[in-house]
């Protein structure tokens, strides 16, 4: 892999350098000069895979634009004292993929280097499918839909199944299911990851149903910034590697917590309802998506409470959004609500309803193309909807 290391300090630059070769030193890194008035450099000679843009100033962000245009190739990592809302939002919206605060440690540099080297293809997934799925906005129902996704596929379908709630702030997913009390929470398990394994994994999980576990989202709103992307990303490859299916509700933020499961995602699902707010939203969703890099063929729309007679059709949202429907799933108020009043799934408390059957054919899709060894499992996947 090839650096280049932008900054106007060659001081900075050097230490960057050093860094960088802890992480993994085969790689060959180049030192350039950046300033002021040229704050993005010169990309000369050979195109490098990786730019390393130090002390990066937000008001640059449109030079920072050019560079990704002119060279979708290059994969930038921003680093910047301006770690706002805002301005991460901008920088995806720019195509920038990492964004790190001054001064990162070479843990952070190796964990943006990972999360580059899986997007560009140079890892091997393991067996187990990660499948994520978000909100466009509040309201959608992803939470019901991934919990009760979970169930069908273990315990109707025999597939070891994890549920990991990334709604950092108002996680709720796992009394949709189970009247249990998690003994332990995301949060927990991230300040602990020194200790992370199968067992101590599983130590944290609610047992919901033989071969289904749910990681809850932390209890206190305020213990959100102990989840890092580096610890989802570790948490995540040990799931993987470890059940049939892993399902991340990611809630509604955009940021480098929540990136990480769309990184690493085989399949990307957006919630959405056939109304112009939610069809808004799904849009400037997948429009992120698309400045990332992501490859088009593994986001596919969940339509949730459709009806048949909406004024929107499902062919106007494909258009409007610029990404294929994956589901349509019933609206079906009645049985929807007693289900998650009784902290009951669907399908084993309304067998016959509309909903249990939408969910139980992705879920027979999601089943029957895991069971393929085609190369083309997303492209299939798409195919039969």
């Known amino acids: 892999m090839k650096i280049r290391i932008l900054s106007d300090s060659h001081d900075n630059a050097e230490r960057l350098r050093v860094k960088l070769a802890e992480t993994a030193p085969p790689m060959d890194i180049a030192i350039g000069h950046a300033t002021s008035s040229d704050p993005i450099g010169a990309v000369n000679g050979t195109v490098p895979d990786v730019v390393v843009l130090d002390a990066f100033r937000s008001g640059a962000i449109t030079q920072l634009e050019v560079l990704t245009q002119r060279y979708p190739q290059i994969d930038p990592i921003v680093i910047t004292a301006d770690t706002s809302s805002e301005f991460l939002l901008q920088a995806f919206r720019a195509g920038v993929r990492e964004v790190l605060p001054m001064s990162p440690s070479p843990e952070a540099l190796r964990a943006a280097l990972t999360r580059i080297t899986r997007k560009r293809g140079g890892t091997a997934a393991a067996d187990g499918k990660i499948l994520a799925l978000t909100s466009c906005k509040g309201g959608s129902g992803a939470t019901f839909l991934a919990t009760n996704l979970a169930w069908i596929l273990a315990s109707l379908h025999g597939k070891r199944v994890a549920l990991i709630d990334l709604n950092l702030q108002f996680g709720d997913a796992a009394m949709y299911i189970t009247d249990q009390k998690p003994a332990s929470n995301l949060a927990q398990v991230c300040q602990q990851i020194h200790r992370l394994d199968a067992a101590f994994l599983a130590s944290a999980m609610i047992e919901v149903a033989p071969g289904f576990h749910l990681l809850a989202a932390p209890d206190d709103p305020a213990h959100a910034t102990d989840v890092r992307a580096e610890h989802v990303d570790a948490i995540l490859k040990l799931a993987r590697a470890n059940y049939d299916f892993v399902i991340v509700d990611v809630g509604r933020s955009l940021d480098a917590v929540s990136l990480q499961p769309f990184d690493m995602a085989d399949m990307i699902f957006p919630v959405v309802q056939l109304t112009l707010p939610f069809i808004r939203e799904a849009k400037r969703l997948v429009q992120v998506f698309l400045s990332l890099g992501y490859p088009m063929a ?88």
Do not use: M
Request: proline share 3%; charged share 25%; aromatic share 4%.
């Open 298 to 385: 593994k986001v596919g729309l969940i339509v949730n409470r459709h009806l048949k007679n909406s004024d929107i059709s499902l062919d106007d949202l494909e258009r409007t959004v610029n990404a294929k429907l994956f589901k349509a799933v019933p609206n079906a108020y009645e049985a929807v609500a007693a289900s998650v009043n009784q902290g009951q799934p669907i399908a084993r408390l309304a067998k016959g309803s509309p909903v249990t059957k939408a969910l139980r054919e992705i879920a027979e899709a999601l089943d029957t193309e895991t069971e393929k060894t085609s190369k083309n499992w997303l492209s299939r996947l798409f195919a039969a909807h």
